[in-house]
């Protein structure tokens, strides 16, 4: 008889996992059994962790060069999941990719090997990897397209539009350090077009944060 955890963790995954309906009965328990909650402080690290559904929150997936340069890919918000992370079950993903909590989140983490075999056996699992997979690859290719042919400050320009308008607020907190990590960028420059951007009236600077004061104009650079 199912304990009263194991029927909160089971009523979990039937919410985030969209494809829980279409599994057997032996499935299901497969991956009740392999899957548990972890409450991430931001900036915690947990690549490695499993296939992360992220109930609260929100997780940012980079990647890392060997100088220590990072590059923001995409983010993982609520009710969405990674499974370009777990590498083990995609195994023609040839590149590392690091996930970490964005924000203070609650995460759903089934263990890889667990949600690997049920998507080898049952195709609402497997053709819900694919398609994850598929729209976290294009995620990676607009990237890379920013970083090959985009100037800086067209990629800052749109970094800026973006979290504008996933915050809902002209102010945007965080630092030229975290700024540039999101760009793939150095610190120096980033702060340089930053001060290039204040001179032109686009955006105002302050300790730790920024506001767009010109949103016109910052669009303008993206054309």
């Not at 397209?145 to 539009?161: E, H, P, S, Y």
């Amino acid at each position: 008889m199912a304990t009263t955890a194991e029927e909160a963790l089971a009523s979990l995954l039937s919410e985030l996992v969209p494809f829980w309906a279409n599994l057997t009965d032996s499935q299901q328990d497969l991956l009740a059994r392999s899957a548990h909650l972890r409450s991430c402080a931001a900036g915690e690290h947990i690549q490695g962790a499993g296939v992360a559904f992220v109930r609260t929150g929100r997780l940012r997936a980079y990647m890392l060069s060997d100088q220590g340069r990072e590059a923001t890919l995409f983010h993982v918000g609520a009710g969405e999941c990674c499974v370009l992370a777990a590498s083990c079950i995609l195994p023609m993903i040839t590149f590392d990719i690091a996930l970490d909590a964005a924000e203070d989140s609650e995460l759903l983490i089934v263990d890889s090997r667990a949600f690997g075999a049920v998507a080898q056996e049952n195709v609402h699992a497997e053709a819900f990897t694919y398609r994850q997979a598929t729209e976290r690859f294009s995620d990676c290719m607009w990237v890379m397209q920013q970083v090959l042919f985009m100037g800086l400050d067209t990629r800052l320009a749109i970094w800026l539009i973006d979290e504008r308008a996933r915050s809902g607020s002209a102010t945007i907190t965080a630092t030229h350090e975290e700024i540039a990590r999101h760009l793939g960028s150095a610190r120096e420059a980033v702060s340089r077009m930053l001060k290039y951007f204040e001179r032109e009236g686009i955006v105002s600077l302050s300790r730790g944060s920024l506001r767009i004061e010109d949103l016109p104009r910052l669009r303008a650079l993206t054309s």
